[in-house]
């Protein structure tokens, strides 16, 4: 049985869900299963669209991930300097390295996600939210 389809791009991304149908759920296997957040379908389980346009085409999701883990590191090292009264730099690579350790399924998921909603060209298209034959 298909998901709630998602109602809004937005919703989708964070959902992780297909870009063209907005009901078929990209990875396979939820956050909790920390051992397997990075297994994604082949092809979407209600419309049938295949994710990897091309071999390596989620290459460029590490240059989202990048941006996405640099963003995190600015903002932390300026908390850590505004509230924590500079502290020594040996605090500001334990906070960023473990936040980065933490983050880096989260990174995963959103840059893949990111990746196919805006640099590919899959649109959405209602017709694809019925479940397509077994």
């Not at 791009?9 to 078929?24: D, L, N, Q």
């Not at 990048?66 to 903002?75: E, I, K, N, R």
Request: hydrophobic residues 40%; glycine residues 4%; aromatic residues 16%.
């Amino acid at each position: 049985m298909p998901n709630k389809p998602a109602k809004s791009r937005f919703e989708a991304i964070v959902r992780c869900m297909c870009p063209r149908c907005y009901s078929g759920n990209v990875f396979k296997y939820p956050m909790s299963k920390i051992s397997k957040f990075n297994i994604m379908y082949d092809d979407c389980p209600v419309c049938g669209l295949h994710y990897e346009l091309e071999p390596g085409y989620f290459y460029s999701a590490m240059y989202i991930s990048y941006a996405l883990s640099s963003g995190v590191t600015l903002v932390l090292g300026f908390l850590m300097y505004k509230f924590f009264n500079d502290p020594a730099l040996w605090v500001y690579a334990t906070m960023i390295i473990s936040s980065m350790l933490l983050l880096s399924p989260l990174s995963l998921r959103f840059s893949r996600m990111l990746t196919l909603h805006y640099i590919s060209p899959i649109r959405f298209d209602k017709k694809y939210q019925e479940q397509r034959p077994a």
